[in-house]
């Protein structure tokens, strides 16, 4: 901090505000563990009650959902390419990603090297194949997510068009969030040390564009649109055919939907 922005005797420097209520809010054990009695403040605090953004969007028109059709992907990784390149995901992190599913008799093969970003090399898995398939991956957008709860500070918040967001400003990188997805879909950014995850290309969306990942899709297998679009292809597919999600099972209530999805795939 240099001399300029030092603060005066008894005040408080902004950018320690975070971490101030992050040590307010839990009770510090012998060892060093910490203990959260409450986030519920830190979050109504964070979580902006009205819209952040300016041009006109107004979000309480939107409400946005995924659908990802696994019989189309081909495992070119097109769309991690394209994420990287319009988010600047850091090297060797991913926003979104493809696992390959490789499955038989004796059981099943799964990998995803380099997040699929470079496509997929053969695979040597010694199963007797009776199918293989491509499964596209990144944050599930949860209506009930558990990383918006642990988080102590409040960074983590979803908004009223349904995207889960993080405010970099408030995050102070506990790493909770990252702990808590069940779908493995954050991180910390080794660069600004705070959390990193798919917004949808929520710079995008928001002006009426696609997701960069769904734009250079070549199949069609990744598809973005508005439930409060009642002509949108997105919602005819949610309403009308057997989609699945990931984990039902834990009550996430994930708004990225998958057509064909196979019983292997976790």
């Known amino acids: 901090m240099s001399e300029e922005t030092r603060p005066a005797e008894g005040e408080t420097a902004p950018c320690d505000a975070g971490r101030r209520d992050f ?49 189309k992907c081909i495992g070119c990784g097109s769309c991690v390419r394209a994420c990287r390149a319009e988010n600047d995901v850091p090297a060797g992190f991913y ?12 059981g099943s093969f799964v990998d995803s090297p380099s997040g699929g970003i ?19 991956k990144m944050c599930m957008h949860c209506k009930s997510t558990p990383c918006v709860q642990v988080c102590p500070v409040g960074a983590s918040y979803r908004t009223r068009d349904g995207v889960v967001m993080v405010d970099d400003k408030s995050c102070i990188g506990c790493g909770y969030c990252v702990q808590a997805c069940p779908y493995g879909s954050r991180f910390l950014n080794p660069t600004t040390h705070t959390a990193e995850k798919c917004t949808w290309c929520y710079h995008r969306i928001t002006k009426g564009l696609r997701p960069a990942c769904v734009e250079v899709c070549p199949t069609g297998t990744r598809m973005f649109g508005d439930m409060k679009k009642e002509d949108d292809p997105v919602r005819k597919i949610i309403e009308r055919e057997r ?19 196979d019983k292997e795939v976790r």
């Open 243 to 261: 989609v699945g999600i990931l984990q039902p099972h834990l009550l996430t209530e994930p708004q990225c939907f998958y057509l064909h999805l």
């Open 23 to 71: 040590l307010e809010q839990g009770i510090r054990l012998a060892g060093g563990a910490v203990v959260f009695l409450t986030s519920a403040r830190a979050a109504a605090s964070s979580a902006p009650s009205e819209n952040p953004l300016s041009g006109g969007y107004d979000w309480n028109e939107h409400r946005y959902a995924y659908v990802i059709d696994t019989e």
């Open 95 to 106: 926003r979104t990603w493809i696992e390959r599913y490789v499955v038989g008799p004796e």
């Open 118 to 136: 470079d496509g997929f090399p053969p695979a040597q898995t010694g199963i007797a194949a009776t199918k293989s398939f491509f499964v596209p």
